[in-house]
């Protein structure tokens, strides 16, 4: 089946502690996205990667990283999570050339 | 920056009527795309429809529809013959180049049976 994962669904940390999301796709797209959910702000872009080792930042990037390394795996990392990115992140691919995005499942993060 | 605007944070619909969501976006390019994102309560961000600005057509998805006025920059959403699974949160999102989307805040639809 063709489909986005995120790992893990739900998370609670504390400030400062080290985490990573994992995104990855089965349907060897070139076009890779993370977007952050917030109550009354719909979703923005956090980072994009465009192919293998392309990566840029988006709307709101800041406290976030990124790596592609892969081109089905697309992880955000936060070094040092504070309590304004607790929200919900969604993970997003597309094939080179089709606007058409398909999203992960999400990853809800609480930072306490 | 491009920014879309959804005018209607929640609307009802009763069952098996109408409902049409609104949705306006502000954009100097003549070549982009529109979508409208269904998310219910389970997260999923699940695609309701596309439409690419150079078509002058309105795109449907059968109970789906748009009303695409591109002098007027707007972008609205019908849904006919409103079911309870249509209740949930419709995001209305737009895309210049880059594959990168641009949200607005959402609409909360309610379906009173």
């Known amino acids: 089946e063709a489909q986005v994962t995120q790992n893990p669904r739900y998370l609670i940390t504390v400030t400062g502690k080290k985490l990573t999301v994992t995104c990855s796709q089965n349907?060897?797209?070139?076009?890779m996205s993370w977007y952050r959910q917030d109550p009354g702000l719909g979703l923005r872009q956090i980072y994009y990667?465009?192919?293998?080792?392309?990566?840029d930042k988006g709307d709101v990037p800041e406290g976030y990283k990124v790596s592609r390394k892969e081109k089905r795996n697309f992880p955000l990392i936060l070094e040092s999570p504070s309590p304004n990115q607790t929200s919900l992140y969604f993970c997003?691919?597309?094939?080179?050339?089709?606007?058409?995005?398909?999203f992960g499942p999400g990853t809800r993060l609480l930072v306490l | 920056a491009q920014t879309v605007t959804q005018s209607q944070p929640e609307m009802s619909v009763q069952e098996a009527e109408t409902v049409t969501l609104s949705c306006t976006y502000d954009?100097?390019?003549?070549?982009?795309?529109l979508f409208w994102y269904k998310q219910p309560p389970s997260r999923q961000m699940i695609l309701v429809i596309r439409?690419?600005?150079?078509?002058?057509q309105n795109a449907t998805e059968n109970r789906f529809s748009v009303n695409f006025q591109k002098a007027a920059k707007s972008f609205s959403l019908k849904i006919s013959d409103s079911q309870l699974g249509d209740a949930a949160m419709y995001f209305c999102?737009?895309?210049?180049?880059?594959?990168?989307?641009?949200f607005g805040a959402g609409t909360i639809l309610r379906v009173k049976s």
């Open positions: 439409q690419e600005a150079y078509k002058q």
């Open positions: 349907m060897n797209h070139e076009y």
């Open positions: 990667s465009m192919n293998v080792e392309v990566t």
């Open positions: 997003a691919s597309s094939r080179g050339g089709d606007p058409t995005q398909y």
């Open positions: 954009t100097s390019e003549s070549d982009y795309y």
């Open positions: 999102a737009f895309m210049e180049y880059g594959n990168k989307l641009v």
